[in-house]
């Protein structure tokens, strides 16, 4: 979300930097320079490169101390300079275990949380509305952001210029709509920040994000599952026996395994404003509104086929639903657990769980993550670009496009 400015993360990796190479240094150079070794290590610690460190420990330290409830502080007070002289018995560590990760992620969600609670001891024109506080979570969570770093390398993961604009302008709430553009094709008043755009049903725009973000869930089941029959779009009653009122219903996906019980997945959008009370107090709210509805709806069906369903939501700045994710997380565990025991397979040794390529586990989820999130935004950038073409068609001015999204207008 950039809600965390870039020097602080600069500072953070300066010290983490520092505290990883602090034990390899004192250890490799220490036999050179006896000095080091005398008052506690104080001359070795008094060096240049580790009171800059200090410096920067100082200033992330300051920060958090502003963020942070009383107590909790990550590493205590000082700057955690391990070395080989200092450590325990037996422990070969340079320096705390995940120190850049921790402490870059307690900063991060110090910051998001702050900002989301300053309804207090501030004037009411500076705080966040609902709806603002609904678009900061809904842009949170794994693979939300993953469209920022997707290599455009192949059509699912490639957003045209304008396209990459109005997606960065979606999730940091820029006005979108032309002050001069309030009615939408719909009749509806339109709003400069696009809300109404990425929920009005007119013009089709949302079947095509929906079919999108559809085909990139079946490439990836692909991937995961070659072995599995994948169809899209199937009538539940090709399934097998189901009551008349789930006939005619239709189910996005359907993977079907000979060594494994079917599966049925239904992807599904939903804007956090749909939800707005909700979406404003609990981060992921709409899409976990939107997967109780989904399963509610096909219940009966899948317990009459005896397959598995599984909702597949997200929200339209970019959170996914609780089971999408972790639907994707099981599926790259099946994958790695392959690939680190290829003439095995998945197979477990008893109660033993199979061993798992973390790395082949972790890249999975990344290549996924950014092709969805790349489906998403392309299918929002469509809907957004359609919705004012034809504002301005009602509005009779043509379907002219042109200045509506420079790129100077997204510059701060």
């Keep these: 979300m950039g809600l965390t400015p870039q020097l602080s993360l600069t500072k953070v990796a300066h010290c983490s930097s520092v505290a990883d190479s602090a034990g390899a240094i004192y250890e490799r150079l220490s036999p050179l320079f006896p000095s080091w070794q005398a008052n506690d290590q104080r001359a070795f610690r008094d060096l240049p490169l580790f009171t800059s460190a200090k410096e920067s420990w100082t200033t992330i330290r300051e920060e958090l101390l502003q963020l942070l409830p009383q107590g909790s502080m990550p590493f205590g007070d000082s700057f955690p300079i391990a070395t080989q002289e200092s450590l325990p018995q037996g422990d070969s560590r340079d320096h705390p275990l995940k120190f850049q990760a921790t402490l870059t992620q307690a900063l991060v969600h110090s910051r998001y949380t702050a900002i989301l609670s300053r309804d207090v001891g501030i004037p009411a024109?500076?705080?966040?509305?609902?709806?603002?506080?609904?678009?900061?979570?809904?842009?949170?969570?794994?693979?939300?952001?993953?469209?920022?770093?997707?290599?455009?390398?192949?059509?699912?993961?490639?957003?045209?210029?304008?396209?990459?604009?109005?997606?960065?302008?979606?999730?940091?709430?820029?006005?979108?709509?032309?002050?001069?553009?309030?009615?939408?094709?719909?009749?509806?008043?339109?709003?400069?920040?696009?809300?109404?755009?990425?929920?009005?049903?007119?013009?089709?725009?949302?079947?095509?994000?929906?079919h999108g973000i559809q085909r990139a869930f079946a490439q990836i089941f692909k991937e995961a599952r070659p072995r599995d029959a994948i169809s899209l779009e199937r009538l539940l009653i090709s399934l097998g026996h189901v009551s008349p009122?789930?006939?005619?219903?239709?189910?996005?996906?359907?993977?079907?395994?000979?060594?494994?019980?079917?599966?049925?997945?239904?992807?599904?959008?939903?804007?956090?404003?749909?939800?707005?009370?909700?979406?404003?107090?609990?981060?992921?709210?709409?899409?976990?509104?939107?997967?109780?509805?989904?399963?509610?709806v096909y219940r009966d069906a899948s317990r009459s086929l005896q397959m598995h369903f599984t909702p597949l939501a997200v929200e339209a700045f970019g959170r996914w639903g609780a089971r999408a994710i972790s639907l994707l997380k099981r599926?790259?565990?099946?994958?790695?657990?392959?690939?680190?025991?290829?003439?095995?397979?998945?197979?477990?040794?008893?109660?033993?769980?199979?061993?798992?390529?973390?790395?082949?586990?972790?890249?999975?989820?990344?290549?996924?993550?950014?092709?969805?999130?790349c489906s998403l935004q392309r299918g929002n950038a469509q809907i957004l670009r359609h919705n004012i073409v034809t504002a301005r068609e009602v509005a009779g001015r043509g379907?002219?496009?042109?200045?509506?999204?420079n790129l100077s207008d997204f510059l701060v």
Excluded at 143 to 153: C, D, H, Q, T, V
Excluded at 275 to 296: C, H, M, P, V
Aim: net charge positive.
């Design 245 to 296: 009122a789930d006939q005619h219903r239709r189910m996005d996906i359907v993977v079907e395994s000979a060594l494994k019980p079917t599966l049925l997945a239904d992807t599904t959008v939903i804007h956090p404003v749909a939800r707005l009370s909700a979406s404003a107090k609990s981060s992921g709210a709409a899409a976990k509104i939107r997967e109780n509805q989904k399963t509610k």
């Design 125 to 210: 024109a500076a705080r966040f509305t609902p709806k603002e506080k609904a678009r900061i979570r809904s842009a949170g969570g794994p693979g939300s952001s993953a469209f920022l770093e997707a290599l455009p390398n192949r059509y699912i993961t490639r957003l045209t210029n304008e396209q990459m604009r109005i997606a960065c302008g979606l999730r940091l709430g820029f006005h979108l709509v032309p002050d001069d553009l309030r009615l939408c094709a719909c009749g509806k008043q339109l709003d400069a920040t696009a809300n109404h755009s990425m929920m009005c049903a007119k013009g089709g725009g949302a079947f095509r994000r929906h």
């Design 331 to 373: 599926l790259a565990q099946e994958k790695a657990s392959e690939a680190a025991a290829p003439s095995l397979g998945p197979a477990f040794d008893g109660d033993r769980r199979p061993t798992v390529n973390q790395r082949v586990r972790t890249n999975l989820l990344k290549r996924w993550y950014r092709a969805l999130s």
């Design 399 to 405: 379907p002219r496009t042109l200045g509506l999204h």
